[in-house]
């Protein structure tokens, strides 16, 4: 039965009644709160479910992630054939967003989605979706039984509410995100380490391609829009790859007067990653699932088609037509 709704709390003996085979699986290229979601739950159900068989499918991430307890165990290869009694779908907005994995998507008996995005649709047969919460590691830590966390577990969620609520300063941050926060801590992590490896330090590879985007941006509608690109010839002379771009979109939404900063890297001939960013004023998630993509309201990403100003223009033209509506 589709259970729908903001605080549809899973409890997840119920859901995991009779099954052996399970599968977790995140977005492409996933963030730190994609893979600290899945590694954070799949530590819990091989620790507290030991009858399953628990399978992690991730495409690759940062390096600097791979500290985390389990993360030896993940998988990208879904050339198999295998049925799972159950998947769960984490931190992920639609099928699209689960790349190769969907095909265990499609044929498992039974499907859970745990999301925070406001673009998801419900599209699973049972859905813990909230789009006020900080994280779908903030989620993940409501459906486990707190006593039961143990430290690897803890540091593997918080990573991932630390990334995605920016060291929680982003306005997604609550009083229970903070609650939460507060209660990995006491699980005996060392949270400034965790912080200052997976999120303050960068790589002389990550620093040289971030002072590239920074050097080459260019702002529009009189400073109210920043945007950079980074096309494969760059990537590829800077000995880069996409997991390397963590972080620009949001150092150029930190530009002082910017009310909305947009980053793109290219994926293919005449295609883009685009990502997008806000301070307020503008909905990107709307902008973003308009093109095919999504997200929240201050951060949103999708692929688009054309060349780097076609992107660009159709991205700004949306942008600007918000920024007008907040004119008094």
């Known amino acids: 039965m589709t259970k729908k709704g903001k605080m549809c709390m899973i409890n997840l003996t119920e859901e ?3 099954a052996k085979q399970v599968a977790i699986a995140g977005h492409v290229r996933p963030d730190g709160d994609c893979v600290g979601a899945c590694i954070g739950l799949s530590l819990y159900l091989r620790e507290y479910f030991p009858q399953l068989q628990v399978t992690v ?3 690759d991430f940062q390096d600097s992630f791979r500290f985390l307890k389990g993360t030896d165990q993940v998988t990208d290869d879904c050339t198999g054939s295998r049925e799972y009694d159950v998947f769960f779908a984490l931190d992920c907005g639609d099928t699209k967003r689960l790349g190769d994995a969907v095909r265990y998507f499609d044929t498992a008996k039974k499907t859970v989605c745990i999301d925070h995005h406001v673009s998801n649709g419900s ?6 979706v909230e789009p006020e919460a900080s994280s779908t590691c903030e989620l993940v830590c409501q459906i486990l039984e707190e006593d039961k966390i143990t430290k690897e577990m803890a540091e593997a969620l918080y990573m991932g509410m630390a990334h995605d609520t920016g060291l929680f300063t982003y306005s997604c941050t609550s009083s229970r995100t903070m609650r939460t926060a507060g209660m990995l801590m006491d699980k005996g992590i060392d949270f400034t380490d965790i912080v200052d490896r997976t999120y303050v330090q960068k790589t002389y590879l990550q620093n040289q391609i971030l002072g590239r985007a920074l050097l080459e941006s260019i702002t529009m509608l009189d400073g109210k ?5 980074i096309r494969q010839k760059d990537m590829a002379f800077y000995g880069v790859e996409p997991k390397d771009l963590d972080g620009i979109v949001q150092q150029l939404r930190s530009t002082r007067g910017v009310e909305g900063a947009i980053f793109l890297y290219q994926t293919g001939p005449q295609e883009f990653k685009v990502s997008m960013r806000s301070n307020g004023k503008i909905d990107v998630s709307v902008i973003a699932c308009y093109f095919g993509g999504g997200g929240h309201k201050k951060a949103a990403g999708c692929t ?7 992107v660009i223009n159709n991205v700004v033209k949306h942008m600007d037509k918000q920024l007008r509506q907040e004119e008094p």
Request: no cysteine.
């Open 225 to 229: 829009i920043i945007f950079s690109a």
């Open 16 to 18: 995991l009644q009779g």
């Open 57 to 59: 499918y991730l495409g």
């Open 123 to 128: 599209f699973a047969d049972v859905n813990y």
């Open 304 to 310: 688009m088609q054309g060349t780097v100003y076609d």
